[in-house]
């Protein structure tokens, strides 16, 4: 610089340019606090920091917060450091804050402690404090991290499992599982109901096969050798003998568990109360058992007497001739009965009950009914009385008169030759009122509930006088339909009154 020669003050142009130059750069950042190297650097982080960093006293106040204080919360700090801490403190919390606080004067250190700060915004934020005291200056060094978001996260999971286990333990099915020597591991509410057992009664106590007969357990480890190979078994059927020594049929499925090595750990089954489906097969095969004989009595009379009168070897007169066409036509009408109740059932399974709606009379509909069964009811030695008032009626004439020929039919069955069996109907309010009693043998109180149920018979002669137990629950069916509602009243060696009711048809422009 000292041999630097410029003419008409170069140098002196240069300088000015140089200071205006200055003038027009970016402003200087602000200056940090004059402290020596090292505490610049702390001061610094202390600035930068995304953690809540603070220092108190022992006293409850805040004596210095960073920026990230109001970032979080939203209070400046002034605003923090006007007023005690705890004052923002969510008050459920302040009881465990202070007794935090109380251990740090004595010189404990704080690691993992949770608590919620009060927002700005009038919300709260769950905060993690690790703090450590200064005694002999009465101060408090915390650091404390936002963790809001991971409460969130764990109360949502806690959410998840308590609806997985309420899923897994209310579940219509059974849930358990097993170790590799059948003891059980875990076991669901659903199954534990089914057997009658407490979980601790169960669970790390019995193994699976000490709930099977003795009968199945041969059935038992032939499927278990062979569950161990393929690592599965489906619809596998057993029986377990509940706590109080009754017996719970099950259809049960399984899978195998095993670790990284390839070795079978634990199993877990799916379990399926049997009962209703064993109660179907066993109806079905009464069932089968009872239309074959059912169908067969008829049969055979039809056949007896039509063979008779084809072989010639009876009597050729009209009368007798006559007497055995008889006996075949009350077998075919018998026979086209009970064909009629399995369509009848058949139909108001599958909901194809059709209903004829018509106007018509409830006196009209038993005096019709009454009419068709006085030959029988004479036949048999019974005196029939109709005592019927009339009502207004919207139903299906044929359905109804159906409904009171079944229970006319069976009070002709079961009442004593020399008895009354009467019919009889009334109005009451906005219903029609329709009877048939007899003086029968009644209805066993153990039995009138189930009644009107499919296959069921009240009476206890009544396998013995025919019939499948399909009329009752046929006329429930056709009286529901309507609307109405169907029962007996009944005591043994008192006789029955069956009864049911029927909506009175509203008049016109009502």
């Known amino acids: 610089m000292a041999g630097l020669r410029c003419r008409g003050g170069g140098l002196q142009r240069i300088d000015r340019m140089a200071r ?16 020596p190297r090292s505490d610049r650097e702390v001061d610094l982080f202390f600035r930068l920091s995304r953690d809540l960093l603070a220092i108190a006293d022992f006293s409850g106040y805040f004596k210095r917060l960073n920026p990230a204080w109001e970032q979080t919360l939203g209070w400046t700090s002034p605003e923090l450091m006007s007023r005690p801490y705890f004052d923002f403190v969510h008050p459920d ?7 935090e606080a109380a251990k740090l004067t004595t010189g404990a250190v704080t690691i993992n402690f949770e608590n919620r700060y009060r927002c700005k915004d009038g919300s709260y934020k769950w905060l993690q404090w690790n703090s450590t005291p200064l005694t002999e200056r009465g101060l408090i060094y915390a650091d404390a991290r936002d963790i809001t978001h991971l409460k969130q996260a764990e109360e949502q ?12 333990n209310h579940a219509p099915c059974g849930y358990h599982s097993l170790d590799p020597q059948g003891v059980f591991l875990r076991i669901n509410d659903t199954e534990l109901k089914w057997l009658g057992y407490k979980r601790e009664e169960i669970v790390g106590r019995k193994r699976f096969p000490d709930l099977l007969p003795p009968e199945s357990l041969r059935l038992f480890e032939e499927a278990f050798a062979g569950f161990k190979r393929r690592g599965w078994v489906r619809d596998l059927e057993f029986e377990l003998v509940r706590k109080d020594g009754t017996r719970l049929p099950i259809v049960i499925n399984s899978t195998a568990v095993y670790n990284d090595a390839g070795d079978y750990v634990m199993s877990r089954s799916t379990v399926f109360d049997n009962t209703d489906r064993k109660a179907l097969e066993r109806m079905k095969d009464e069932f089968i058992s009872m239309v074959g004989h059912e169908l067969r009595t008829p049969l055979t009379s039809m056949r007896t007497a039509l063979g008779l009168l084809a072989s010639g070897r009876v009597d050729s007169s009209p009368e007798k001739v006559r007497q ?6 009350d077998e075919t009408d018998r026979l086209a009965r009970l064909v009629s109740d399995m369509l009848d059932l058949q139909r108001l399974e599958l909901g194809r009950f059709k209903l004829l709606l018509k106007s018509c009379d409830a006196a009209e509909l038993v005096h019709q009914a009454a009419d068709a069964l006085q030959p029988v009811a004479e036949k048999a030695g019974l005196r029939l009385e109709v005592s019927a008032q ?3 009626l919207r139903a299906d004439p044929d359905r109804i008169v159906q409904v009171l020929t079944n229970l006319l039919t069976n009070a002709v069955k079961f009442a004593p030759a020399g008895t009354i069996v009467r019919a009889s109907s009334e109005q009451r309010d906005a219903e029609a009122v329709f009877r048939v009693a007899d003086e029968g043998p009644g ?3 153990e039995l009138r509930s189930a009644i009107f149920d499919r296959f069921r018979q009240g009476r206890s002669e009544a396998r013995a006088r025919g019939g499948m137990g399909l009329g009752l629950y046929i006329c429930r069916g056709i009286v529901e339909q309507h609307g109405g509602r169907i029962g007996v009243e009944s005591a043994p060696d ?3 009154t069956f009864w049911f009711t029927l909506p009175v048809r509203k008049e016109e422009g009502a």
Do not use: C, N, W
Request: charged residues 25%; glycine residues 2%.
């Open 494 to 496: 008192q006789g029955s």
């Open 390 to 392: 009339p009502a207004p």
């Open 20 to 35: 205006a130059t200055r003038k027009h750069r970016s402003p200087k950042p602000p200056a940090l606090p004059k402290f």
């Open 93 to 99: 919390d302040r009881e465990s804050t202070r007794a």
């Open 157 to 168: 999971l806690h959410r998840y499992a308590a609806e997985i286990s309420d899923l897994y």
């Open 443 to 445: 209805v066993a109180p």
């Open 324 to 329: 055995m066409l008889a006996i075949a036509l």
